[in-house]
């Protein structure tokens, strides 16, 4: 997909609904980065790893820096995108889940526009129980 106006104006909005929705501080939203130029004109120390890669991935997030890279140019569809966003979205604000049942249950709440700490519930990954 070609980076239009509309697309940009269409994934801020799409990020701030979910952030929204996830409830997220404003000051906690992270900084979006959408061709693959601006993500190599970022400092070496911020996207350590992660520049000669990026022409692979859909998405990545620098939780710690606050960065999240959309490849616009590699996504099929809006929906993909989506998607893409939530995931990004869900690895920012929960960095302990993984992509197992949790997550997936997390991303579709999300994708229905719910609020998925009504029915979520994060299950203790501690296998010795605490006496």
């Given amino acids: ?3 239009t106006e ?6 801020h909005n799409e990020i701030r609904c979910r952030v929204e929705q996830i409830g997220m501080p404003k000051q906690e939203i992270p ?3 959408l061709t693959r130029k601006e993500w190599l004109a970022l400092p070496k120390e911020l996207t350590h790893g992660l520049r000669t890669t990026t022409h692979k991935k859909l998405g990545t997030i620098r939780p710690r820096s606050r960065i999240m890279f959309l490849n616009v140019r590699s ?3 809006l929906r993909q995108l989506r998607d893409t966003i939530i995931v990004e979205l869900v690895h920012y604000w929960f ?4 992509h197992y ?8 709440a999300l994708l229905k526009g719910k609020i998925p700490y009504k029915d ?3 299950e203790a990954t501690l296998k010795i129980p605490i006496e």
Avoid: E, N, T, V
Avoid at 6 to 11: H, M, T, V
Avoid at 95 to 98: A, Q, T
């Fill in 101 to 108: 049942s949790q997550f997936q249950q997390m991303k579709k």
């Fill in 95 to 98: 960095p302990d889940l993984r």
């Fill in 1 to 3: 997909m070609k980076l």
């Fill in 75 to 77: 996504h099929r569809s």
């Fill in 120 to 122: 979520f519930k994060i």
């Fill in 31 to 33: 900084r979006i980065i």
């Fill in 6 to 11: 509309f697309r940009k104006a269409w994934i």
